[in-house]
Nanobody
Framework: QVQLVESGGGLVQAGGSLRLSCAAS????????MGWFRQAPGKEREFVAA????????VYADSVKGRFTISRDNAKNSVSLQMNSLKPEDTAVYFCAARQFTNVRVGVNEYDYWGQGTKVTVSS
């Protein structure tokens, strides 16, 4: 059974940083694209960042470009999201997702496996 488990969320002041991690288990994710999404209260889940299995292709949402960095460690079956210069509008539950293809996509429906989410709250 595939499992994605996020960690690293919490409360931080605006301008601060957090690092989210996602541990994958159940199979080898070396050929999977991995992504991060987020969902704020009352809003739809939205794309944040995604990385190709090889790490050679990375896509960011415009709202986080230059502030967030996605990375992966295939040997450890993990993907991380370094979030800097956080803003109150970054407050959301952040989800890790895996796609059974190597290339990155930004659509929620294009990912096959999801974690349970980790909450990030940025205070002003």
């Amino acid at each position: 059974q595939v499992q994605l488990v996020e960690s690293g969320g919490g409360l931080v002041q605006a301008g601060g940083s957090l690092r989210l991690s996602c541990a994958a288990s159940g199979r080898t994710f070396i050929n999977y694209a991995m992504g991060w999404f987020r969902q704020a209260p009352g809003k739809e889940r939205e794309f944040v960042a995604a990385i190709r299995w090889s790490g050679t292709s990375i896509v960011y949402a415009d709202s986080v470009k230059g502030r967030f960095t996605i990375s992966r460690d295939n040997a450890k079956n993990s993907v991380s999201l370094q979030m800097n210069s956080l803003k109150p509008e970054d407050t959301a539950v952040y989800f890790c997702a895996a796609r059974q293809f190597t290339n990155v996509r930004v659509g929620v429906n294009e990912y096959d496996y999801w974690g349970q989410g980790t909450k990030v709250t940025v205070s002003s």
